[in-house]
């Protein structure tokens, strides 16, 4: 007995140009959005050469400066010496130390090390000239009291860096304008994009057959059980979350990569009983299609996340970050679905 | 309990498990699971199956 179906029943050729017309207007939206988007960013990078003797430098100081011709939000990165080898025969026998002020005199950003690479937080900077000031420390007491007037605290341990030498050492540093609007907004695109996508993948790959249910009475008791399963187990690792901040057990992950983490495990758990009981794939999509599907985008996500881990993007500030992290666990979702099919369809081969 | 009046009975139409679900409109894992008595079907999926079969629903679900 076949019940009239409620709802918009669209051709299939309509619901393409739809998806696609979406599609179009994204990127355009996004294109638009980035050529309105003006970002500043300057660059001071210079060589050095400091010789060290007797616990004095030459010379003592180098400074710089630069305009800001339009105010908003900026990030400094701060780079000298082989940051990469920390070897000490290979590193210079000095502490370098930076400080950046503002017209007034103002301290806005400042950090010492011997070979540095940093990133700041983002800072709010008004037009006008900032000063950036180079210190080189070649004893413990200068050092000391460097940091006693900057950072309130000596250095725990003395260092053990400073030795009479010549070095030529570059020192750079960039100011970037920052726009963490601009990475919602990012991310938005991103989200309407794929979800577009995902509706494009779904109309290539279902059957326009509306006499054929979508999933028949046993898949949708199957699904129900998968649901309950992927709940739970999302509700323990929430619990588990919970736990470690109210005993103070840190997770090396970004808040927003632990978030990703806990819906990568539950989609796993809910998806590993919907494919063994052949409640994945409703009775109108076209199996092979959605198969390859899935394996490219695993493969894709893959590729991006181990061109994070390559670069470095993957931690920040000792933790996986969700820029890198995401990927990755995407495309072991994705490869772990990819692999439950495979398996299942053996089984189902040896079965007939 | 396995179903083994709903495997002759297909059997004896020489149908596959495929064909059937496609003229019930289940999946043939559906109709496997049945037959192996690992899902009770609903009495709609049971009239059907009995429509497309061609037979009661004492003949092929009644457990004697």
Known sequence: MDKEKKGLHLKRATKLKIIFAGLLT??????????FTDDQSYNLSWIINVTVEDGATDPAYSSGGFDIKKAGKFKFKAQWGDWE???????????????????????????????????????????????????????????????????????????????DGTWEREYSLVADESHPKAVVVGALFGLIFGGFLAALLMVL?????????????????????????????ALMMLALVACSGLLQIEIPMEQSML???????????????????????????????????????GLVNLAIGVGAIASGRIMADGKVS??????????????????????????DKKED | MKNLKLKSARASFDMSQQ??????????????????????????????????????????????
């Open chain 1, 26 to 35: 994204t990127v355009a939206a996004m294109f638009a959005t980035i050529y």
């Open chain 1, 205 to 233: 790959g279902t059957r326009d057959d509306k006499n054929v249910p979508k999933y028949d009475e046993r898949q949708i008791a199957e699904q129900g059980k998968a649901y309950k399963y992927g709940f739970f187990t």
């Open chain 2, 19 to 64: 064909e059937l679900a496609d003229k019930v409109g289940v999946s043939r894992q559906t109709i496997n699971a049945i037959e192996k008595g690992d899902y009770n079907p609903t009495i709609n999926l049971c009239i059907a199956i009995c429509k497309a079969l061609n037979k009661t629903l004492d003949e092929l679900f009644w457990e004697e």
């Open chain 1, 322 to 347: 969700f820029m890198g992290g995401a990927n990755l666990a995407a495309a072991a979702l994705l490869i772990y679905i990819e692999i439950a099919i495979i398996i299942k369809s053996i089984i």
């Open chain 1, 259 to 297: 978030c990703t983490f806990v819906v990568v495990v539950m989609v796993a758990v809910m998806a590993t009983p919907l494919i063994m009981k052949d409640a994945y794939f409703s009775l109108r999509e076209n199996k092979r299609f959605l198969i390859i599907v899935v394996g490219i985008l």
């Open chain 1, 85 to 163: 080898n920390l070897d000490p025969e290979t590193q210079a026998g000095f502490i370098t130390a930076l400080t950046i002020k503002d017209s007034a005199g103002e301290v806005i950003f400042e950090t010492t090390g011997e070979s540095l690479k940093a990133e700041s937080r983002i800072f709010d900077l008004e037009e006008g000239g900032y000063t950036l000031e180079y210190r080189f420390l070649a004893n413990q007491e200068d050092l000391d009291a460097y940091l006693l007037e900057h950072f309130g605290e000596k250095s725990e341990e003395p260092a053990d860096c400073f030795k």
